[in-house]
């Protein structure tokens, strides 16, 4: 498909002849060659600056990807920029950028579920130094389900910001402490030296001080009511209410969902870090289920493992080093921006939005979308968002 785009015709005429010319696509300010290209397996593939290979995409197959990583079987429905991150591991196409954010902006799940951000008084982070130093715990309450699951058990590793999420149908202290010891550690082998979380019940008793005090682990609580203090879980836990919102089709069914949530969440970069969570605990790229772009094949070359062993290690050794570094600008960062921000960057002429509101079960208020599409109406010289909504008429 792609000898028959004209903007690729030239360019691949020139690879499979070996000829050096210089390439020029459309909506792409950086300057390419044709030896900044190959084909392999009959595609053509863009060599990257750390030497990856990343399959061109043809313009009839490029919002097909788009689909596949956004609401897909395994996606979630992530914003442009994570979007973006992940698809440029794997795929190139001239104004990938542009298309991308253009896209996600249609999607009508997105735009009725996503928060608008509010500033928040500065916050503190919490730094740990390597993966399971901190790891934080909470529960979170969806709804019941026709399993007979109520809550979800969330667990998050602040270093590698690695996330596991298990439905249970309690929060008692004997369900929360075998979640900990069952799923998280003797499954994976994730074994925490600090355990952080609020101070309810099913936290602070006998039995979780009983499996931290045979086990070597420290635990922690958070001052009361003051949620901020393990920020990261408690962030996790909207992050995972939105991505079932948007991927349940039936609210009582949410628990059979949540598997291909958490995957979608430590596939996708992070912005805390610039990289997957998968990516920093494993040491490589998660593979994604893709109709469009085709499997690498694989190596008929045998491996050797102390070589492998030697790049794992320096590869995670080189990305931790990136994640402090990078933390530490962010609080820079932060701290500057406080100083410098404008105060007009968000005035602009008000849209007058109807949301119709729609029926939905009481029950499982987490999974349902309480609106439908919005009716858009702009004005001429108004300076702030009104917000209009129209209850909701089966006639």
């Known amino acids: 498909m792609l000898k028959e785009d004209p903007d690729f015709e030239q360019l691949i005429a020139a690879v499979e002849e070996g000829r050096s010319i210089e390439v020029r696509l459309p909506r792409l300010d950086k300057k390419l060659s044709s030896a900044d290209f190959l084909i392999?397996?009959?595609?053509?593939?863009?060599?990257?600056?750390?030497?990856?290979?990343?399959?061109?995409?043809?313009?009839?197959?490029?919002?097909?990807?788009?689909?596949e990583h956004h609401h897909g079987i395994m996606?979630?429905?992530?914003?442009?920029?994570?979007?973006?991150?992940?698809?440029?591991?794997?795929?190139?196409?001239?104004?990938?950028?542009?298309?991308v954010t253009r896209w996600y902006k249609e999607c009508q799940k997105c735009f009725l579920t996503n928060v608008k951000k509010l500033n928040?008084?500065?916050?503190?982070?919490?730094?740990?130094?390597?993966?399971?130093?901190?790891?934080?715990?909470?529960?979170l309450e969806m709804g019941p389900t026709s399993s007979g699951n109520r809550y979800i058990v969330t667990i998050i590793d602040q270093f590698?910001?690695?996330?596991?999420?298990?439905?249970?149908?309690?929060?008692?202290?004997?369900?929360?402490?075998?979640?900990?010891f069952s799923k998280w550690i003797c499954e994976q082998g994730r074994w925490p030296e600090t355990i952080l979380s609020d101070r309810g019940t099913e936290f602070e008793n006998s039995t979780t001080k009983a499996l931290c005090s045979i086990m070597n682990i420290t635990?922690?609580?958070?001052?009361?009511?003051?949620?901020?203090?393990?920020?990261?879980?408690?962030r996790v836990n909207g992050t995972i209410s939105r991505m079932l919102k948007k991927k349940t089709v039936i609210p009582a069914e949410w628990d059979k969902i949540l598997p291909q949530v958490v995957y979608a969440y430590n596939a996708t970069p992070h912005d805390a870090t610039r990289e997957s969570p998968h990516f920093l605990l494993y040491g490589h790229d998660p593979?994604?289920?893709?109709?469009?772009?085709?499997?690498?094949?694989?190596?008929?070359?045998?491996?050797?493992?102390?070589?492998?062993?030697?790049?794992?290690?320096?590869?995670?050794?080189?990305a931790r080093e990136c994640i402090d570094e990078y933390e530490k600008k962010t609080v820079i960062s932060a701290a500057l921006a406080e100083h410098t921000a404008s105060i007009d960057r968000n005035v602009?002429?008000?849209?007058?939005?109807?949301?119709?509101?729609?029926?939905?079960?009481?029950?499982?208020?987490s999974t349902c979308l309480l609106w439908d599409a919005p009716r858009t109406r702009p004005t001429e010289d108004a300076k702030e968002l009104v917000w209009v909504f129209k209850l909701y008429d089966p006639l």
Request: charged residues 25%; proline residues 7%.
């Open 75 to 99: 996606a979630g429905h992530f914003n442009a920029h994570k979007m973006y991150n992940q698809l440029k591991k794997i795929v190139f196409w001239p104004g990938m950028r542009q298309d």
């Open 219 to 234: 635990q922690k609580f958070t001052k009361g009511y003051c949620p901020r203090e393990n920020g990261l879980t408690e």
């Open 40 to 67: 392999e397996n009959s595609q053509l593939k863009l060599i990257c600056e750390n030497g990856s290979l990343v399959t061109v995409v043809p313009r009839q197959c490029r919002k097909e990807i788009f689909h």
């Open 287 to 318: 593979h994604y289920p893709s109709d469009v772009v085709p499997t690498t094949e694989l190596s008929p070359n045998l491996v050797d493992y102390d070589q492998y062993k030697t790049e794992f290690l320096n590869g995670l050794k080189l």
């Open 348 to 365: 602009c002429a008000t849209l007058f939005k109807t949301l119709i509101e729609t029926q939905w079960d009481k029950r499982s208020t």
């Open 120 to 139: 928040v008084p500065p916050l503190k982070p919490s730094f740990s130094s390597r993966p399971f130093q901190v790891i934080g715990v909470d529960v």
């Open 160 to 180: 590698t910001k690695y996330l596991g999420a298990y439905a249970v149908p309690n929060k008692k202290a004997e369900t929360i402490a075998e979640v900990l």
